[in-house]
């Protein structure tokens, strides 16, 4: 056997990407499950509407 250390697969830089674009999805997800309702869009009624035609 001998004492040479393992190698290293993957680096800092890769596990910080890797922890971003799960923070992405999840974030994403978030929005299209609760965007609705955290940021409901105005709405207006008939009666407030200018005439199209």
């Given at each position: 056997?001998?004492?040479?250390?393992?190698p290293?697969?993957?680096?800092?830089?890769?596990?910080?990407?890797?922890?971003?674009?799960?923070?992405?999805l999840?974030?994403?997800?978030?929005?299209?499950?609760?965007?609705?309702?955290?940021?409901?869009?105005?709405?207006?009624?008939?009666?407030?509407?200018?005439?199209?035609?």
């Amino acid at each position: 056997m001998s004492d040479a250390p393992r190698p290293r697969l993957f680096g800092l830089a890769y596990w910080a990407a890797i922890a971003f674009a799960v923070a992405c999805l999840a974030g994403g997800v978030l929005i299209a499950r609760y965007g609705p309702v955290w940021f409901a869009a105005p709405t207006e009624s008939l009666g407030d509407r200018p005439k199209s035609r």
